[in-house]
């Protein structure tokens, strides 16, 4: 009889993971250290995460343009060549939505994920739930934390769970309902 372990590899496969979102904290680097310290076979891609690079790039590569409409648009064609490429590839999508400024970039790319059929894992505080609650609704994950977002990832990978977040109150579903999930 075939014994798996408890924490199950995945063959040489490196997931694509896209990191999309608010661009003023950090978040996309303790994501990274997470999966780092996990040694998880992750390639991290994200949108330019210089707001003054992404918003300049068409006048800094194709000249000034004088009526700033046009100058948003040539970036935002310049930028979407980069975004829709790594939307693509990806095989996992998360999207960051912070408090402080309304991300409308990062909705439409969950909007594009969900339309393209990328599993989607929304990282947001909870106050922000109700705001979010249809883009919540075509995630597959909710998470309030990074570190919530590197546990869904390291589980999908290799199965292997990390400790309750509700500690010692989580009460396994066996218990809960019995064995074999009979229904209530």
């Given at each position: 009889m075939l014994r798996l372990s408890r924490r199950l590899t995945t063959s040489a496969r490196v997931w694509r993971v896209y990191l999309s979102g608010e661009i003023h904290s950090d978040w996309r680097e303790q994501i990274a250290a997470g999966i780092a310290s996990r040694s998880l076979p992750v390639?991290?891609?994200?949108?330019n995460p210089s707001h003054e690079d992404s918003d300049d790039c068409a006048a800094?590569?194709?000249?000034?343009?004088?009526?700033?409409?046009?100058?948003d648009?040539?970036?935002?064609?310049?930028?979407?060549?980069r975004t829709k490429?790594?939307?693509?590839?990806?095989?996992v999508v998360v999207v960051r939505f912070g408090d402080k400024y309304r991300q409308w970039n990062a909705a439409f790319e969950a909007g594009y994920a969900a339309a393209r059929g990328k599993p989607i894992i929304?990282?947001?505080?909870?106050?922000?739930?109700?705001?979010?609650?249809?883009?919540?609704?075509?995630?597959?994950?909710?998470?309030?934390?990074?570190?919530?977002?590197?546990?869904?990832?390291?589980?999908?990978?290799?199965g292997q769970l990390p400790p309750p977040l509700d500690g010692d109150a989580f009460v396994p579903i066996v218990q809960r309902l019995g064995k074999g999930n009979p229904a209530p």
């Open positions: 390639q991290l891609t994200s949108p800094i590569i194709l000249g000034t343009e004088e009526q700033r409409r046009h100058w648009r040539l970036g935002a064609s310049m930028n979407a060549i490429t790594h939307l693509e590839e990806a095989d929304t990282l947001h505080p909870p106050e922000l739930g109700h705001m979010l609650k249809e883009v919540d609704a075509a995630a597959l994950a909710v998470c309030g934390s990074t570190e919530q977002v590197v546990h869904v990832l390291d589980y999908t990978i290799t």
